[in-house]
């Protein structure tokens, strides 16, 4: 990352494309997103060690990863036959790796790809532009690039574009970006909410779908569990990358939401952790990436898997997805359906919880990865105070 000249100073020996460390001296203060220029970086040869990965978080992936095509047209037109087909695909696959992908799932024509046109050209606007919509320490919504303003290595080469959802009016996010950015770029605003009102009905459905996939007797228990819940939408622009073998989109993690959404453009870069080994999930057009996330699965009491993934980057291409991510109201209890616990006593794999509790606790200097519920859980008995009442 090249930094700002006001960053300098003639005390401190600073790497000439990044310092993540709180610098020394009258001018000092901690790096952040504005001292990021990825137009600079992804034309050099060396990327700078902060963004160096683990060897075994880089490891190759290991062939394709043959996910079930789920087509809801039938579950979404009401034909039984057809629903009970599709709950049996998406049981199977949330119990091996808790990732599927969807089709015919009720988009309107265009809107997908007229999302990821809106957002290269928020991503290709100058870089002050962009910081516009810094995202401001605390917040949910706003742009971060590498996420330097949280991490000082193992730094992802992407930037991101997040934005807070609640079903309006008041449109949130377009009016999020609209005060922002300003009038002239409005239709950034207008798109990005007609994609997450079109993102939150389909979560709703899938919620429904999840619940007739463990046999539930009311069928709706999920999708009326996550009706006064909110979400969270993500841009990602992963820029080319000259050593792609040491760099990372996204680490390996586990959401820690209930449920992912994921759009891809055509260049490959989603990769799941299953059978013991990275594997790729390529782009299908048409398709979403639906992954369980870790209050999913302490909802389903670990029934459902949730799924551990990471981002990997192209040494030649840009690479763009589209993220939405369902939370459950904030203070609500995380609880699995009664059912699940029949006849099982001390069946309880997960404490009480609330998603406000788990969100601090990753927000809090937590790095996500892939033992984030465990060690929430654990921090959670350790700390009786803060347990859910």
């Known amino acids: 990352m090249y930094l700002d000249k006001t960053v300098l100073n003639s005390t401190v020996t600073v790497c000439p494309y990044l310092n993540p460390f709180k610098l020394k001296g009258p001018k000092s203060r ?46 979404l037109n009401g034909n039984e036959a057809e629903t009970q087909l599709a709950a049996k695909a998406v049981r199977e696959a949330c119990m091996a790796h808790g990732t599927f992908l969807v089709v015919n799932h009720g988009f309107k024509s265009g809107l997908a790809e007229k999302a990821l046109e809106i957002s290269s050209l928020f991503f290709g606007l100058s870089k002050d532009e962009k910081l516009k919509a810094y995202r401001i320490p605390g917040n949910i919504s706003g742009y971060t690039a590498g996420h ?39 239709e950034i605003g207008k798109v990005f909410q007609e994609f997450c009102d079109a993102m939150n009905g389909l979560i709703m459905d899938l919620m429904e779908l999840l619940g007739i996939s463990m046999g539930l007797k009311d069928r709706t228990y999920y999708r009326r569990f996550f009706e006064d819940g909110s979400g969270i939408f993500r841009c990602n622009y992963y820029p080319p990358c000259k050593q792609p073998e040491k760099a990372l989109g996204v680490g390996p993690h ?37 992954n369980v996330g870790d209050t999913f699965m302490a909802l389903s009491n670990g029934n459902y898997k949730s799924c551990y993934h990471r981002a990997v980057v192209n040494k030649e291409k840009v690479r763009r997805s589209l993220v939405f991510f369902s939370c459950p109201r904030e203070d609500k209890i995380i609880l699995p359906p009664p059912e699940l616990l029949e006849g099982e006593e001390d069946s309880r794999k997960y404490p009480d919880f ?36």
């Not at 040869?45 to 963004?51: I, L, T």
């Not at 193992?154 to 309006?168: D, I, Q, V």
């Not at 990753?362 to 008995?381: C, E, I, K, M, P």
């Open 354 to 389: 609330t998603w406000a509790q788990l969100q601090k606790f990753t927000q809090s200097g937590y790095r996500v990865d892939n033992t984030t519920l465990h060690n929430f859980s654990s921090w959670l008995a350790s700390n009786p105070d803060k347990k859910s009442t």
């Open 254 to 290: 586990n959401d820690p939401t209930a449920i992912t959404v994921l759009l891809q453009d055509d260049v490959v870069g989603l990769e799941v952790f299953a059978g013991g080994r990275w594997q790729t999930v390529r782009p299908r057009p048409g398709a979403l990436v639906v």
């Open 148 to 186: 330097s303003q949280r991490f000082s290595s193992n730094l992802p080469w992407n930037e991101t574009l997040t934005l807070a959802f609640e079903k309006g009016p008041p449109h949130v996010v377009e009016e999020f970006l609209t005060s922002r950015l300003g009038n002239d770029r409005q």
């Open 30 to 75: 901690k790096m952040n997103s504005s001292d990021v220029n990825f137009s600079l970086l992804q034309n050099q040869q060396n990327v700078p060690a902060e963004f160096f990965w683990p060897e075994k978080d880089v490891a190759p992936s290991e062939g394709d990863l043959d996910l079930p095509i789920i087509d809801l047209s039938g579950f």
